[in-house]
């Protein structure tokens, strides 16, 4: 897609694209902001490169383009932002100041997730702006959700139909150690989300689970409900259906939190790697 200077290169089959031609210096205009939500509709993960020195406010102006900027992105007993730091900016770093992470989720690798979906109302998008990246590892790997739905099987889709999953914050860290049900029924942040959802966009419909997050579905005993949350994962996480993003720094990326899922590769913990992240509000997923 080409207009005016601006232009869209998909980077890959299955989800995501670069755009070029934007102009960060200054507040974008509306037929900027135009092309970046139809490429955003389209792609689901877009990429602008080399958008050097990004300020805070230029990241929060970018972000507005596709709605408002979201509360913190986490319980605020996880984070670790220091004084001073933009409000509702999380860094995604392993950087210290004085022997101290100043950001979340510093090290390793993370497994597939949809951010926030242990809420009513998980994020609508999140934006990561690389300050310093290492030269290697700590990839972001992206998921088509509408592919993963499209492509059910005839006896998964029969088994999602109606149906709707327990997401969970998995406590004592990021993941979820255990699947079972009692460990899950006493978290605190959890929601239950159908399992087939409808992107309001573009109406297509997205497989709204995840391994990280969703815990079980609802009406099934546990064995059942494990043995199709995790054919679910394994059909959603397919090479086929994936764009694995390799950082550089200036990269300023955006997904769409409601018909993707993430994870991140492991990365040398002694190298580091520093994002800045503003997530965009998120709406009842049905
Ligand atoms: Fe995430």
Aim: charged share 25%; with cysteine.
């Amino acid at each position: 897609m080409a207009s005016g200077g601006l232009h869209v290169t998909p980077l890959g089959d299955a989800l995501g694209a670069e755009v070029c031609g934007l102009d960060f210096s200054k507040p974008l205009t509306s037929h900027e902001r135009d092309f970046l939500r139809r490429a955003w509709t389209d792609h689901l993960v877009i990429v602008a490169r080399g958008a050097q020195e990004l300020s805070a406010d230029a990241q929060i102006d970018f972000c507005k383009t596709f709605g408002e900027i979201g509360g913190r992105a986490r319980p605020v007993e996880a984070r670790h932002e220091p004084a001073g730091a933009p409000a509702d900016v999380m860094y995604v770093s392993n950087k210290r100041v004085g022997g101290r992470i100043i950001g979340s989720i510093p090290d390793g690798e993370m497994e597939f997730h949809i951010d926030q979906s242990y809420t009513e109302r998980p994020a609508r998008g999140t934006s990561l702006y690389a300050i310093e990246v290492p030269d290697e590892g700590g990839d972001t790997m992206f998921g088509n959700l509408y592919l993963a739905y499209e492509s059910l099987p005839d006896d998964l889709r029969r088994a999602v139909e109606g149906r709707g999953a327990l997401n969970v914050y998995g406590h004592g860290g990021y993941g979820i150690q255990s699947r079972s049900a009692n460990d899950m029924g006493a978290a605190t942040r959890k929601h239950v989300h159908p399992i087939v959802c409808t992107h309001p966009d573009s109406g297509r419909k997205t497989l709204f689970v995840n391994r990280l997050m969703t815990a079980s579905v609802e009406g099934l005993p546990p064995d059942e409900s494990d043995d199709l949350l995790f054919r679910l994962f394994d059909h959603q996480e397919q090479e086929a259906f994936r764009y694995t993003h390799k950082w550089r720094q200036s990269d300023l990326l955006l997904w769409d939190n409601r018909c993707t899922v993430h994870a991140r590769t492991d990365f040398d913990p002694s190298k580091t790697r520093h994002l800045r992240r503003f997530s965009i509000q998120g709406h009842v997923m049905n």
